[in-house]
């Protein structure tokens, strides 16, 4: 649970993603996380969106991370194979290279936590490259040294995501309310999930203090999320 009073200033990579959108949604409306965006390049931002947008090439990163001293990082990168080309070293070079030269800036520049949005299944030995890649950028992350890390496990993710046509995915979510109760032992973490409460998570654990480090399936999600609404409830009370 946050121990502080006021809003604490997060630093976003991926703001223009499905999550990225939905923190920045969830962080303005209220007043306990203060959004600093980090991108390579100008992009949309929700309506009403409330926060500081910082616009460099990945290698300026640092320097931006050094002047705004965020509390903590989220970090929601990642691209699609489509949008990679269809090639794995660009696809490695967001999902794992951008990823982890990330997490070594924040942490140079004295960032204490990291939030890292990853995916259920993520494993350095997995056939799939997709989840190969998650896991060794997860591995990676693991030893860069943060304070705290804390590592998001979502299972398919639902949510709207403009111009951004997924047609497997979009299969897979029409299916889900089917597919859902299906999916149990050791298959339930890919089970589907409102990217929303995903956000909701990693603002909720980007306010903890304890150090660790913390790995989250859906129903971990599920508890961060409920405390995030908590400490929105206590401030709003206030």
Same mark, same amino acid.
């Given at each position: 649970m946050s121990e502080t009073r006021g809003p604490v200033r997060i630093a976003l990579v991926g703001a223009t993603g499905l999550i990225g959108g939905k923190v920045i949604e969830?962080?303005? &409306?209220?007043?306990?996380?203060? +959004?600093v965006g980090?991108?390579?390049?100008?992009?949309? /931002?929700?309506?009403?969106?409330?926060?500081?947008?910082?616009?460099?090439?990945p290698a300026k990163w640092g320097e931006v991370f050094e002047a705004v001293r965020p509390r903590a990082l989220i970090c929601a990168l990642g691209t699609t194979w489509k949008?990679?080309?269809?090639?794995? &070293? &660009?696809?490695?070079?967001?999902? $794992?290279?951008?990823?982890?030269?990330?997490?070594?800036?924040? $942490?140079r520049a004295g960032v204490p936590n990291m +939030? /890292? +949005?990853?995916?259920?299944?993520?494993?350095?030995?997995?056939?799939?490259?997709?989840?190969?890649?998650?896991g060794e950028a997860e591995d990676a992350v693991l030893r860069v040294g943060f304070k705290r890390l804390d590592i998001l496990h979502p299972g398919l993710l639902r949510g709207s995501r403009e111009n951004d046509l997924r047609l497997a995915e979009r299969a897979a979510l029409i299916a889900a309310?089917?597919?859902?109760?299906?999916?149990?032992?050791?298959?339930?973490?890919?089970?589907?999930?409102?990217?929303? /409460? +995903?956000?909701?998570?990693? /603002?909720?654990?980007?306010?903890?203090? &304890?150090?660790?480090?913390?790995? $989250?399936?859906?129903?971990?999600?599920?508890?961060?999320a409920r405390e995030w609404r908590r400490v929105r409830e206590t401030e709003s009370a206030e």
């Open positions: 969830l962080a303005s &409306a209220g007043d306990e996380a203060r +959004v980090v991108a390579r390049r100008e992009a949309p /931002l929700p309506p009403g969106a409330r926060m500081e947008m910082f616009v460099a090439d949008k990679a080309g269809r090639d794995e &070293a &660009a696809f490695r070079g967001v999902d $794992h290279d951008l990823v982890l030269a990330t997490a070594q800036a924040a $942490h +939030v /890292l +949005v990853s995916a259920a299944g993520a494993d350095a030995r997995s056939k799939s490259l997709y989840m190969r890649v998650k309310p089917l597919v859902d109760p299906l999916l149990s032992g050791s298959w339930e973490r890919f089970r589907s999930i409102d990217a929303a /409460l +995903v956000a909701e998570a990693a /603002l909720g654990l980007a306010l903890r203090r &304890a150090g660790g480090r913390f790995t $989250h399936d859906n129903e971990a999600m599920r508890r961060a």
